[in-house]
């Protein structure tokens, strides 16, 4: 096959800015609320959290922010990342689509997240800051935090949702390499921890509760700040790195997307690979349909409400508006760990209320159908939440096949499923069911959400 498969960017093409797709909106994306006043949210409410330079970037009206050298430096460990035109899941697929995968696998916790948590820790480094907490759900998050922290000397405390530190006890030892220290959550560190505990010792816990449990912790040291691994917006900043590179990539070759699909937890790898692209669409330049994909178990965007909610369970957190199923909702415990989250990116969801993106929930048997098909024509096995943008951009490449279509459809693998075989073995030996979402439960959660008078 004389095609290249394997798109690269030399090094001195990599993107040196970050993109804030904030001033290219149509209107501007609601303010976070102080919880107590519920008024707009100024940088003070957050000094305690955060260090003031990502406190500026969150709510920065720059379109574009430089990216520092020393950060440059540290992502050259592994960027530019590949972009791959998937010519051998296409033949599987009997497909005339074009499907080409940005792959950020490559990195050295395996996911997209270090091209967030690099930054976030090198902030905090300049300030000060001696260590940092944070709260990570399928281990994901925490060994890249883990990582960064190494990198630039800062300690790493980590709460890991209970559930999976007992799944995924080569994720905490991975942490642990890189010099984390990690809890289950609830934990007994804490005295929300401890009240979850004795209500129930064998709690699952979730990413709201871990983050509270983070949270808490971070507050009480001046020399502490926390971290989050997704839904604000300086970490989909952090992220449009990808789909920076994957602009210049495609441009290589002379494509344009015409549909982009992503995964969507919190947000972030979807924002990162989707916010350039959505910027070319409003420039006129391209027009790709651009989809948010998320699990029918945790229907955030599909089945949750536009309303502001608190970040964490135990309500510490900024209000933010979002698409949120309540932040009791405490989600089954499906594969894809990492799209567990009640949440939504405010501004995920904020272009979603626009109408700029659309959004599909897929049952996970069908996406790990897909995931396989994947692994078998193109050799890498995705990590479980990608698992959900491969079956979306089957779906569509099928579609094509119906049609008769040459679309080009563009999608990220935003992490590789090394650590994540359990889940394979469940779905090879006929175990994996699909959990559809009861309106009741979603009714119950939604029941914790705050009335705010201006929504
Ligand atoms: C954390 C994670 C996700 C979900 O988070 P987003 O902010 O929605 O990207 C998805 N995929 C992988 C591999 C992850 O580690």
Redesign the pocket.
């Given at each position: 096959m004389s095609q290249q498969t394997k798109i690269l960017l030399e090094e001195h093409e990599m993107p040196r800015r970050w993109y804030n797709i904030v001033p290219d909106l149509p209107e501007p994306p609601p303010p976070p609320l102080h919880p107590g006043t519920h008024q707009p949210a100024v940088a003070e409410d957050f000094a305690a959290l955060f260090p003031k330079a990502l406190i500026a970037q969150e709510m920065s009206q720059e379109r574009y922010i430089d990216i520092p050298d020393q950060i440059l430096e540290v992502y050259r460990l592994w960027r530019p990342s590949p972009l791959f035109r998937a010519h051998r899941l296409e033949k599987l697929l009997d497909t005339p689509a074009k499907i080409y995968y940005k792959y950020e696998g490559v990195s050295p916790a395996g996911?997209?997240?270090p091209n967030t948590a690099v930054p976030q820790v090198f902030y905090n480094a300049q300030e000060g800051i001696r260590k940092l907490t944070t709260e990570t759900?399928?281990g994901?998050?925490g060994s890249s935090l883990a990582f960064a922290c190494a990198q630039f000397g800062l300690e790493c405390e980590i709460w890991q949702v209970a559930a999976s530190y007992r799944a995924k006890p080569y994720r905490r030892t991975m942490m642990e390499v890189w010099g984390g220290k990690v809890h289950p959550s609830p934990s007994q560190v804490t005295a929300y921890g401890r009240e979850l505990l004795a209500q129930d010792p064998q709690h699952p816990g979730s990413l709201g509760i871990a983050i509270s449990e983070a949270v808490m912790e971070a507050v009480e040291d001046p020399q502490t700040r926390y971290a989050l691994?997704?839904?604000l917006n300086h970490?989909l900043l952090h992220q449009t790195i990808i789909g920076e590179e994957a602009l210049l990539q495609l441009a290589k070759v002379g494509d344009t997307p015409d549909v982009l699909v992503g995964?969507?937890?919190?947000?972030?790898?979807?924002g990162g690979l989707a916010f350039p692209f959505l910027r070319e669409k409003l420039k006129g330049n391209m027009d790709p349909v651009i989809r948010c994909v998320e699990p029918t178990a945790c229907p955030t965007l599909t089945k949750g409400q536009y309303r502001y909610d608190f970040g964490d369970t135990a309500g510490l957190t900024p209000l933010m508006k979002m698409h949120t199923l309540g932040h009791a909702f405490i989600p089954e415990p499906i594969h894809a760990g990492?799209?567990r989250y009640h949440g939504m990116?405010p501004l995920v969801s904020h272009i979603y209320a626009l109408g700029l993106v659309e959004a599909i929930a897929i049952p996970q048997t069908e996406c790990f159908a897909g995931a396989l098909q994947f692994a078998r024509a193109e050799g890498i096995v995705p990590?479980p939440?990608?698992t959900h943008a491969i079956a979306a951009a089957v779906r569509e490449a099928l579609a094509c096949k119906e049609s008769g279509e040459e679309k080009t459809i563009l999608t990220a693998l935003?992490?590789h499923g090394h650590l994540d075989l359990g889940s394979y073995e469940k779905y090879l030996a006929g175990e994996m069911v699909d959990l559809d979402l009861a309106d009741e439960q979603i009714e119950a959660a939604m029941q914790s959400v705050p009335e705010i008078s201006s929504t």
């Open positions: 996911s997209h997240k759900g399928a994901q998050w691994g997704s839904v970490v995964c969507t937890g919190g947000g972030s790898n979807f990492g799209l990116a990590a939440e990608p935003c992490g």
